[in-house]
């Protein structure tokens, strides 16, 4: 009985394919890393933002003075007015496209469709 190691498998990877596993944990850490510390000085006192101390007492007053600091009702009313304008120019649109596509003929129709209903599906 033979047992097959990860050479017969397939499994070794060249070193282009480390170096982008490699570039790709890079980018991950370098996109993952701000995130962690704007979560880190969010709960602590801003004298505690750049100690990283683990010592350092949460509180949630950075939150409290953000609520107070910023008209968050009249931003809330803008995105508000913002998604439904474009909500209704999007089913303006998409209501003539689709009427262009069921009722005219123009070349590459069919090959439209088809790319169409691709990208929309969920299992694409």
């Known amino acids: 009985m033979r047992i ?21 944990w890079v980018l991950a850490i370098a996109c993952v890393l701000p995130l962690l510390y704007a979560l880190w000085a969010a709960f602590h006192p801003s004298q505690y933002a750049t100690s990283l101390s683990l010592t350092a007492p949460l509180t949630l007053e950075n939150f409290s003075g953000a609520w107070q600091a910023a008209p968050f009702p009249r931003y809330f009313f803008n995105t508000i007015v913002l998604v439904l304008m474009i909500l209704v120019m999007q089913l303006v649109l998409c209501t003539l496209a689709a009427y262009a ?4 003929t123009f070349f590459g129709k069919q090959h439209t469709i088809f790319i169409n209903a691709r990208a929309t599906d969920g299992d694409a």
């Open 4 to 24: 097959s190691n990860s050479k017969d498998l397939g499994h070794r990877l060249n070193r282009a394919d480390w170096l982008t596993t490699i570039g790709a």
């Open 101 to 104: 596509f069921a009722r005219y």
